[in-house]
């Protein structure tokens, strides 16, 4: 394994499990809310068609329902879109506007 990978691998761990373990709880209970509450802030979506641990279909949904939300699709990339996009999506997130994309699928969900 590359240097790079191993500690983007390891580094969600460097402060123990707690985290990640939070993480799996909450993606498997209800999250208190619904998508089309969410009001006021920019949310941002990036995804790739070929994910075989999140679907699409699934990341489309979420992107529908959020009000407003800047999603993007990869055609050709499965779940580590954020590992070959980290410079196009801290941009985005850093300026709160959404980066320029060229190849990818780029869909702003209808406002609900």
Do not use: K
Not at 38 to 62: C, K
Request: hydrophobic letters at 35%; glycine letters at 8%; one cysteine or more.
């Amino acid at each position: 394994m590359a240097p790079a990978a191993r500690e983007q691998v390891l580094e969600p761990f460097r402060q123990g499990v707690r985290g990640f373990a939070e993480d799996v709880r909450v993606s498997y209970h209800p999250w208190g809310f619904r998508l089309g509450d969410i009001h006021n802030v920019e949310v941002y979506l990036w995804q790739g068609e070929l994910d075989s641990i999140v679907p699409a279909s699934t990341a489309r949904a979420m992107a529908a329902a959020i009000p407003g939300c800047h999603a993007t699709f990869y055609p050709d990339e499965s779940h580590d879109t954020y590992g070959r996009h980290t410079r196009e999506i801290l941009t985005a997130l850093s300026s709160g506007t959404e980066s320029e994309h060229n190849d990818p699928e780029t869909v702003e969900s209808p406002q609900m």
